[in-house]
Antibody, heavy 123, light 108 residues
Framework: QLQLQESGPGLVKPSETLSLTCTVS??????????WGWIRQPPGKGLEWIGSISYSGNTYYDPSLKSRVTISVDTSKNQFSLKLTSVTAADTAVYYC???????????????WGQGTLVTVSS | DIQMTQSPSSLSASVGDRVTITCRASQGITNSLAWYQQKPGKAPKLLLY???RLESGVPSRFSGSASGTDYTLTISSLQPEDFATYYC??????????FGQGTKLEIK
């Protein structure tokens, strides 16, 4: 059974860099053709897609965050990571990692999600 | 960028009611649409994809349909466990995604 688990600091100071890691178990990133992504949810608000990465390292970012976001993959550790620079209180959110599934015929919903981790930006 | 406009933002209903939630895409997305259910403190759960295909294990009271750029999620007979927030998401522009704003389904 595929599982994803987010990890990283729960508190980040303004202007610093938010760093999170998603550890994947039950599937190997290096042998997978799936995409892996990050989504966030500010308290009491909706879901916001941040970006995705392929097993080979191709990345795609939301245009509104592109200048501050880096997503990377470490296939040796079966992990992928998120870095968000110059954070402000507006970046306070629950951050989820997820897998872009492949249901065939061009159907690619997000089918597996981590449990999410709350990151608060505060001094 | 593809925008997804979801309505209503909130909805009150009773157990046994039939409810519908709608999502409108800003351009054609050829049914590349998923619906998710999210309960408080939990990650979203995939319900349907390809606008109308039920994910494995999801009860058949959930269904989806499409008409042009309008997509609808229907719950035929609400059960107590269905009270949650629902999101649509387009993956036409995968691996770029867009979510709708969400619909909070509350008990009347």
């Amino acid at each position: 059974q595929l599982q994803l688990q987010e990890s990283g600091p729960g508190l980040v100071k303004p202007s610093e860099t938010l760093s999170l890691t998603c550890t994947v178990s039950g599937d190997s990133l290096s042998s997978s053709t799936y995409y892996w992504g990050w989504i966030r949810q500010p308290p009491g608000k909706g879901l916001e897609w941040i970006g995705s990465i392929s097993y080979s390292g191709n990345t795609y970012y939301d245009p509104s965050l592109k200048s501050r976001v880096t997503i990377s993959v470490d296939t040796s550790k079966n992990q992928f990571s998120l870095k968000l620079t110059s954070v402000t209180a507006a970046d306070t959110a629950v951050y989820y990692c997820a897998r872009r599934g492949d249901r065939g015929f061009g159907e690619f919903p997000l089918d597996y999600w981590g449990q999410g981790t709350l990151v608060t930006v505060s001094s | 960028d593809i925008q997804m406009t979801q309505s209503p933002s909130s909805l009150s209903a009773s157990v046994g009611d039939r409810v519908t939630i709608t999502c409108r895409a800003s351009q054609g997305i050829t049914n590349s649409l998923a619906w998710y259910q999210q309960k408080p403190g939990k990650a979203p759960k995939l319900l349907l994809y390809a606008a109308s295909r039920l994910e494995s294990g999801v009860p058949s009271r959930f269904s989806g349909s499409a008409s042009g750029t309008d997509y609808t999620l229907t719950i035929s007979s609400l059960q107590p466990e269905d009270f949650a927030t629902y999101y649509c998401q387009q993956y036409y522009s995968t691996p770029l995604y867009t979510f709708g704003q969400g619909t909070k389904l509350e008990i009347k």
